[in-house]
C-alpha cells in the first residue's frame, strides 16, 4: 500500500514532474506486489541498489530477493515530494517511511529519498545514476 501525507503540496508539480511521481509510485507497489515483471520495465538495467546497512545488489539480485520475500515491503508512505527536471534526467527528492520484513527484520524505516531517472525512448526509467 502507497500513502501520502496529508500535508504534501502534490498540486504543485508540473505534468512532467507527475509523471516521475507516479513512476515512482509504480515501483514502489510492484516491490510490495512483488511484481518482478513491472520492476523490470521501470527500473534500467545496470542499476544497482544500496540498502540502508551498506549492502549493494545488482538488479537481479535485488529482485530475486524481493520475489523470494528476503525483502518483504509492506507499504510506503511519501512525505512532501519534489522532482527536478534536467533534460532527459530527474530526481524525485522526498522523505519516505518503509514498512517491511527485510531480511528477517521487520519494522518502519523512515528515510530521505534521492531517486534518480532517465528518459528512455520517451519513458522515465528509475536508475542510482545519473
Same mark, same amino acid.
Given at each position: 500500500?502507497?500513502?501520502?501525507?496529508?500535508?504534501?503540496?502534490?498540486?504543485?508539480?508540473?505534468?512532467?514532474?507527475?509523471?516521475? *511521481?507516479?513512476?515512482?509510485?509504480?515501483? @514502489?507497489?510492484?516491490?510490495?506486489?512483488?511484481?518482478? &515483471?513491472? *520492476?523490470?520495465?521501470?527500473?534500467?538495467?545496470?542499476?544497482?541498489?544500496?540498502?540502508?546497512?551498506?549492502?549493494? @545488489?545488482?538488479?537481479?539480485?535485488?529482485?530475486?530477493?524481493?520475489?523470494?520475500?528476503?525483502? &518483504?515491503?509492506?507499504?510506503?508512505?511519501?512525505?512532501?515530494?519534489?522532482?527536478?527536471? &534536467?533534460?532527459?534526467?530527474?530526481?524525485?527528492?522526498?522523505?519516505?517511511?518503509?514498512?517491511?520484513?527485510?531480511?528477517?527484520?521487520?519494522?518502519?524505516?523512515?528515510?530521505?529519498?534521492?531517486?534518480?531517472?532517465?528518459?528512455? &525512448?520517451?519513458?522515465? *526509467?528509475?536508475?542510482?545514476?545519473?
Amino acid at each position: 500500500m502507497l500513502k501520502y501525507n496529508r500535508n504534501n503540496n502534490i498540486s504543485s508539480l508540473t505534468s512532467e514532474e507527475n509523471i516521475i *511521481l507516479n513512476r515512482y509510485k509504480e515501483m @514502489q507497489q510492484a516491490m510490495v506486489d512483488k511484481d518482478i &515483471d513491472k *520492476l523490470n520495465k521501470i527500473v534500467k538495467d545496470g542499476t544497482t541498489f544500496t540498502h540502508m546497512s551498506g549492502k549493494t @545488489q545488482t538488479k537481479e539480485e535485488y529482485f530475486e530477493d524481493i520475489r523470494t520475500g528476503a525483502l &518483504d515491503y509492506q507499504s510506503y508512505t511519501i512525505e512532501n515530494p519534489s522532482v527536478s527536471i &534536467d533534460g532527459n534526467k530527474a530526481i524525485l527528492k522526498a522523505r519516505v517511511t518503509l514498512t517491511a520484513n527485510a531480511y528477517g527484520a521487520q519494522g518502519s524505516y523512515p528515510f530521505n529519498v534521492s531517486a534518480y531517472f532517465e528518459k528512455v &525512448d520517451k519513458e522515465w *526509467l528509475y536508475t542510482n545514476k545519473y
